[in-house]
């Protein structure tokens, strides 16, 4: 992959409570515009690796690079600066439960913009519109279903306009159909945006619609066990554990 098409590149990171090492020698590019996959089992790092990768836990090696530039080589100013340049989906969406949706999408805005409240208000009907909730504005997260908060968490991620979105098993809890719709307003979104999306996930449904790339993280030798894109993994693999993760008795004859 040329330098100018790597958005994010991990750099011989390795994970660690402590001394209880939870993963080594990571090493990952992710190419600029697509939609990149960190799969794997139960306990596998999946989350933690998104922590190290939006600012949540320093590695205990390693490196993760921006655009060729250090991440946790820079100083808090730098990385405060990058991270605005990206949005996260939790899997609990993480609204704010006191806040009406509106409130809650606003928040970014208000605090790294000088916008007018006018402005605010017009940007946040426009992001719930881009995901779907046009006319909730006034609702708060108790009085919606458990997909319309993860769109409704979406809306905030993307209130700044990122340029790579990061998601925490968007589809956990979610059923089917309401979570093939999220993934297709995923990659929706990354075309009209134009953005890096970076997907934690163990949903095969979700891993095989979207994914383009990704990583398989393998518990047992607490390093990557493949990497490439699924669909093309599945075909080839000779690797045990990678089969039974991929296809865990679901039906890939359509793939």
């Known amino acids: 992959m040329k330098t100018d098409e790597i958005k ?18 990571i090493n990952a590019e992710v190419k600029r515009g697509s939609v990149f996959v960190i799969m794997g089992n139960s306990g596998s790092g999946k989350s ?32 405060r600066a990058q991270l605005r340049k990206c949005g996260v989906l939790f899997q609990s969406s993480a609204l704010w439960s006191s806040m009406t949706l509106a409130e809650n999408v606003a928040l970014p805005l208000q605090e790294y913009t000088d916008w007018s409240a006018t402005d605010v208000k017009d940007i946040v009907r426009l992001k719930l519109a881009l995901v779907g909730l046009s006319g909730f504005e006034d609702y708060y997260p108790a009085e919606l279903s458990g997909g319309m908060r993860k769109r409704a968490g979406l809306a905030r ?4 306009d990122p340029e790579i979105l990061f998601f925490d098993e968007p589809s956990a809890g979610l059923d089917p159909i309401t979570g093939r719709n999220l993934d297709q307003l995923i990659l929706e979104l990354r075309d009209s945006l134009g953005a ?6 163990h949903e095969l449904a979700s891993i095989f619609m ?46």
């Open 8 to 25: 994010i590149e991990i750099q011989n990171l390795t994970m660690a409570y402590d001394s209880y090492v939870v993963m080594r020698d």
């Open 48 to 79: 933690t690796l998104l922590r190290h990768l939006i600012g949540l836990q320093r590695p205990a090696q390693g490196d993760v690079l921006y655009d060729g530039r250090s991440f946790w080589g820079g100083d808090d100013d730098a990385r």
């Open 196 to 201: 890096t999306v970076v997907v934690v996930t």
């Open 157 to 160: 991620a993307m209130a700044l």
């Open 210 to 255: 979207i994914a383009e790339d990704g990583i398989f993280l393998d518990a047992d030798t607490k390093t990557i066990g493949a990497r490439g894109n699924p669909k093309e993994l599945l075909q080839n693999t000779t690797d045990a554990k990678l089969r039974t993760f991929l296809t865990r008795g679901e039906n890939q004859s359509s793939l």
